[in-house]
Structure formats: C-alpha cells, structure tokens
C-alpha cells in the first residue's frame, strides 16, 4: 500500500512540468529519393585532324544529387570511316570513353571528390588506358545548369599501347598525373539555349611536356521540353600519341547531335 501512495505521490508532482519533458515521437523512415538527370546523345561528325572522316557518335550521361553526394556517369562511343588512296573506305577512327565522379559534400562550395576513366582509341593507338584519382573541386553555382567549376586532382594512369598490325595491346605505361579541370555553364534565353565550356589538362607529375589536353564547347538550342539540337567542337591532345604510331599527336571534331534530356 505504501508502494502505490508513493508511486501516486510522485505522479502527481511530475505531471505539472510534463509540457516540458520531450517526449519520444515514433520513428519515421526519412527516405530521399535524389535530383536525377539523364541525357541521350546522337549525332555526326566532321573530323580533321589525322584525315578527312565521316562518322556517328553516340553517349549517354546520369547524374544523380542527394544532401550527401553528387555523381555524374558519362559514356561515349564514336565510329568514323574515310576513303584511302584508293577511293576504298576505311576504319579511321573507332574510340569509347566511360568515366564516372562522386563528390562529396555537394552542398559545400569547396568539397573533396574521387574519379575514374576508362577509353580506348583506334586514331591514337590507345588499346585502353584507365586511371583513377582523387582531389578537390570549387563550385559556384545557381542550380544545376547554371554553374561554374574548376577541380585539381592526382591521377594513378595505366596506358595498353595498340600494336600498329593487330589490335593487341602492347607496352603497358604507369604514370601519375597532376589534373585540372574547368567547367562553364549557363543557359540564357528563358533556358532555352544552354552553352557548356570545358577544358581539362593532365601533365605528368615529372614531365609537364607530357600531357593531354581536351577541350569540349558545345551549345544547345532546346526544341521542346524533352528534345535539343546540340552542336559541338571537341579537341583532343595526346604528346605521346605519335610515339605510340598515330600520324598526329591532335585530333578535332565538329559535331551536330539531337539530345534527349529527362
């Protein structure tokens, strides 16, 4: 009996302040399903560079941005043909690149990310080369097609040379590189013209006459909500591609794409 009168008591004399005592909510599953972004490419090309071609070209690209990360995946693929002395056609440029970013922190203007890229291309004797890598990125932006961004990286690089008779991959390279990478883009019109500017160099971390640089500047005139025409001058630099067999160490390209966006 004088168990329950105490226990009674003391109820009483905490029930006054319970309006100040948390109180346990039941538990709810926060899910966040992320900002996605998914972009189809296809389209032709004027080439200069090595020779005179006409190919197609064709790519994909997803980026997905939740409140702890943001990634981009990328992959492009380009066949070309060109006439040889004999007026007979050729295969002159067959290439694919894959590569994928994860940045941390998305939020944050300056904030840590890690990368990796695959490629091989028949113009300029790359059997395959991937690489790996980490660094740090600015961001300046207003939303997603409206941003600025620069980012310095170092990448751990293998290069599989093509064999100028057969596609065997020969004399393996492993490297490290410094990298830096800028990125400009904005839309204009009511969004409906965009323009994207990028620039990345790769040096060698003991030898900066050995690098590569790419440049793609493209603008894009949107035709409907879904659909864009897209056109495109792409440049590619390799020092060691002449070295390895191809006729020139740059390759160019003029492209005109159709891009489906969602």
């Known amino acids: 009996m004088r168990r329950i009168l105490a226990a009674f008591t003391l109820a009483a004399g905490v029930a006054p302040f319970s309006g100040l005592l948390p109180v346990a909510q039941p538990l709810v599953a926060q899910t966040d399903p992320g900002e ?15 020779r005179e ?17 943001e990634s ?8 070309g043909t060109a006439p040889d002395a004999e007026r007979n056609r050729e295969v002159v ?26 490629e091989s291309s028949f113009e300029r004797e790359i059997g395959l080369r991937y690489d790996a890598g980490t660094g740090f990125k600015f961001d300046h932006r207003i939303d997603r097609d409206n941003r ?7 990448l751990a690089e293998r290069t599989y040379s093509r064999s ?14 410094f990298s830096s990478d800028f990125r400009f883009r904005r839309t204009v019109w009511g969004d409906r ?8 160099y790769r040096p060698v971390f003991d030898a900066f006459g050995d690098f590569t640089f790419s440049s793609r500047n493209a603008i894009s005139l949107e035709l409907t909500e879904i659909i864009a025409l897209r056109f495109s001058l792409r440049h590619e630099y390799d020092s060691g591609a002449v070295e390895r067999g191809a006729d020139t160490n740059r390759d160019g390209q003029v492209q005109m794409s159709v891009v489906a966006g969602f």
């Open 164 to 177: 100028p008779d057969a596609d065997t991959r020969v004399d393996d390279v492993s490297l490290a590189r």
């Open 193 to 200: 013209v965009g323009l994207d500017l990028r620039a990345i």
């Open 93 to 118: 440029r067959r290439s694919w690149v894959a590569n994928s970013s994860l940045d941390f922190q998305p939020n944050e203007r300056i904030r840590p990310f890690v990368s990796g890229r695959m």
């Open 72 to 79: 981009a995946t990328e992959f492009r693929f380009t066949y």
């Open 148 to 154: 600025t961004e620069f980012s310095v990286s170092i």
């Open 36 to 50: 996605w972004s998914i972009e189809a490419e296809v389209g032709g090309t004027v080439f200069y560079g090595n």
């Open 53 to 69: 071609q006409n190919h197609f070209n064709v790519g994909t690209q997803i980026e997905r941005e939740d409140a702890l990360f």
